[in-house]
């Protein structure tokens, strides 16, 4: 597959963006997505802020109270016999360490724009910052879909009781639309299709099974992108691959005269991301014509293998002019990054290896 790289890569990196809190750093600039809007790309970035820590033997974790609109700030020492500190993410239990109790930073989003989609500037504020008790640990993974003269942005809200996903709508990237949490945890990576089919919303999503069952890519439908039902699983998880540990989606699908190209990013049992991709029937997205057997992506490039959080690429909007594709990507839960694809390369690759 050939992808080209920007050469200004990465393009967004945390030194880019200043702190909202004071005795707070940015550790990533991230996992942005996507929306052309009047002459301009928008990067909806995940930024995440974590409170200094002077002493390395202490981990701290912040968590938002919308209701007074301050931060608590809890802290933990690395021998603490009772937590497990290995992942830098998330501070978990030892006798579960299935699950996080807290994270160790907090992220919201922040827009970055550009009028050559190559030099982005982040604007000083926040556009969503956690604003419900859902969102205690987070605002995270922006997907942004335009219909009509409207943006449907849809993210994961962390919280004790979980990861849900919640969608605002927005018309100028100043002011948002509340329209609640649409999918209920443990849910990620939705994916809100650009165009009604057959008279239906249709959204992809990422249940995160817990007794029985993998992280799989599900389908559902809506009448008003608000109430989601018709629930049907679409694309599993394949046993000893790139792809084996977790699926989810990535790209808003983008529509071609062959069917709606899905770039989604699969990860092994040890976190390595990649991006692979599906095309679904244009008519019934709940058929899966064809699904790529190697990712289309992976990690190579030094800002994608080294970072917070290392080996990953993990698009989460793109831009498509043409047979152009240019999909923008968070490398290593860091930065920001650019490249393009040639649609007919990636339609080529599905194709033969289905
Ligand atoms: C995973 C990762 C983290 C994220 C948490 C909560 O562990 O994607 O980056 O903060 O889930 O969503």
Not at 25 to 50: C, P, S, T
Not at 213 to 225: E, K, T, V
Not at 323 to 345: H, K
Request: charged share 25%; net charge negative.
């Amino acid at each position: 597959m050939k992808i080209e790289r920007f050469d200004e890569n990465p393009l967004i990196t945390p030194a880019d963006v200043k702190p909202l809190h004071d005795g707070y750093e940015v550790i990533g600039a991230f996992n942005g997505g996507v929306a052309k809007y009047k002459d301009e790309v928008l990067l909806l970035l995940r930024v995440a802020e974590r409170p200094i820590s002077e002493d390395p033997n202490v981990i701290k974790a912040p968590v938002f109270d919308p209701k007074t609109q301050s931060m608590e700030v809890l802290a933990f020492q690395r021998d603490d016999e009772e937590y497990d500190f290995e992942d830098p993410r998330m501070i978990r239990k030892k006798n579960k360490l299935d699950s996080f109790i807290y994270l160790t930073s907090l992220s919201y989003i922040r827009i970055a724009r550009s009028k050559d989609g190559h030099h982005f500037t982040v604007d000083d504020q926040a556009f969503l910052y956690p604003f419900n008790d859902y969102q205690t640990f987070g605002i995270e993974d922006a997907r942004c879909t335009q219909i009509g003269d409207t943006y449907y942005i849809n993210f994961s809200s962390v919280s004790p009781v979980g990861v849900c996903d919640s969608l605002v709508s927005t018309k100028d990237f100043q002011s948002y639309c509340d329209l609640g949490n649409i999918f209920a945890p443990e849910n990620k990576d939705v994916l809100i299709f650009p165009e009604k089919i057959n008279n239906q919303y249709y959204a992809l999503h990422r249940p995160s099974l817990k007794s029985i069952g993998n992280y799989d890519i599900w389908i559902a439908s809506s009448p008003d992108l608000v109430s989601w039902g018709n629930h049907h699983h679409l694309l599993g998880v394949r046993e000893n691959s790139w792809e084996s540990g977790r699926i989810g989606g990535g790209l808003v699908p983008i529509k071609t005269d062959e069917g709606w190209l899905v770039l989604y990013h699969g990860a092994t049992p040890e976190h390595r991301y990649c991006m692979g991709a599906a095309l679904l029937d244009l008519n019934d997205p709940t058929k899966v014509i064809a699904r790529s057997k190697q990712p289309i992506m992976e990690p190579e490039a030094n800002y994608e293998k080294n970072g917070f959080f290392g080996d990953v690429v993990f698009g989460c909007g793109g831009i498509a002019v043409r047979d152009q594709l240019t999909m923008y990507y968070g490398v290593a839960d860091t930065s920001m990054a650019g490249c393009t694809f040639s649609i007919t390369d990636i339609m080529k690759q599905v194709k033969e290896e289905s």
